[in-house]
């Protein structure tokens, strides 16, 4: 649950409470996680709200995430954002998840430049999207299964460990030999991405090896964390330069949770530099989901007035 306060384009505060119960049960539990922002939605937005330093009657619109989401979880935060707008008498501004994530490169500075290309890579999404302005983006390449996100928490979960895996694996990557096991990259047609073969092969490699060493996945474990990370990463860095090399595009950036992952991080700016990309990687805060991201959409579509009537329900499938 997050919710952020922007005063013309300026950040002013950022709040995000992490639910923590669904490491428990090692992966979301949409029930859970709509129960938790309902309980903890008003502490967050008037924790915002104080922090800012503003009062709610000074708001001059409230942003909302109408998808793509889980049904339950979207549901709390429009019904909440659309009761604030009516009884403060106030625009309603409905934002795409995903577009946020692309945006949040718009925070703070140095900002991109246009045309600009980012990959998105979260939990849910591996996208490469192509932007003319703030809001002017098509999605040129997705993946046609598994998310980025969701190949590092899969692997997480078959080498036993915790939910969210994406940032242990990153860790423990950190200390193994990239090189030591060798997975097959994902290479669809054009910009797009498959990361379900991955899993399988995965899967089946642990078995075989389980076989012959019970205790193969302890001996080994930061090396099979960095052989997969620097599968998942050369995969999505293939991907990107392509789309760049055709796009003709030098500003680049990477976003989402996985973006987070120092090892992409660090690999994608040795990329950008031998290809003579502007490189942009959001802070860590902006990285993961927050409000933040939420709220710059909202500013460039408070400015061109795009608002939404008050009758709007949430979209869990949003496309865009
Ligand atoms: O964008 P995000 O916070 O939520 C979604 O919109 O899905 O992304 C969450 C995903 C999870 O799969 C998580 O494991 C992954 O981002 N993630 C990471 C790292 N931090 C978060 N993956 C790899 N390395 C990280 N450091
Ligand atoms: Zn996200």
Not at 106 to 112: A, H, L, N, S
Not at 188 to 210: D, E, R, V
Request: proline content about 5%; glycine content about 6%.
């Amino acid at each position: 649950t997050s919710a952020a306060v922007m005063v013309d384009g300026i950040l002013k505060s950022n709040i995000i409470s992490t639910q923590l119960i669904h490491t428990e049960w090692g992966g979301v539990v949409p029930e859970l996680a709509s129960r938790a922002h309902q309980k903890s939605i008003i502490p967050v937005v008037t924790e915002a709200l104080q922090k800012a330093n503003i009062n709610k009657n000074e708001l001059n619109a409230i942003a909302f995430t109408r998808g793509p989401g889980l049904l339950g979880a979207l549901l709390i935060g429009t019904s909440f954002a659309k009761s604030m707008a009516l009884s403060l008498n106030i625009p309603l501004i409905e934002v795409n998840h995903m577009q946020a994530h692309v945006l949040a490169h718009f925070i703070e500075d140095p900002k991109p430049s246009f045309p600009f290309l980012c990959l998105t890579v979260s939990g849910g999404h591996t996208q490469l999207v192509l932007c003319d302005s703030p809001l002017e983006m098509l999605v040129i390449g997705e993946t046609i299964d598994d998310a980025a996100g969701e190949a590092f928490d899969k692997t997480a979960k078959m080498l036993g460990l915790k939910y969210p895996g994406g940032p242990i694996i990153d860790a423990l990557a950190a200390k193994g030999n990239p090189q030591a096991f060798v997975f097959p990259k994902s290479n669809m047609p054009a910009y797009n991405f498959s990361f379900s073969g991955l899993k399988t092969n995965i899967l089946y490699f642990i078995q075989k090896q389980q076989k012959l060493n019970p205790a193969f996945v302890e001996e080994n474990l930061n090396d099979i964390c960095a052989s997969v990370q620097y599968t998942i990463i050369e995969s999505l860095l293939m991907k990107l330069k392509k789309a760049a090399t055709d796009y003709k595009v030098k500003q680049i950036g990477i976003a989402g949770g996985v973006s987070a992952n120092k090892g992409l991080r660090s690999s994608f700016e040795s990329l950008g530099k031998q290809l003579n990309w502007e490189t942009y990687i959001p802070s860590f805060e902006y990285c993961t989901d927050n409000a933040a991201m939420i709220a710059i959409v909202a500013h460039y579509k408070y400015e061109a007035k795009d608002f939404v009537d008050y009758n709007v329900v949430p979209s869990p499938r949003a496309t865009w």
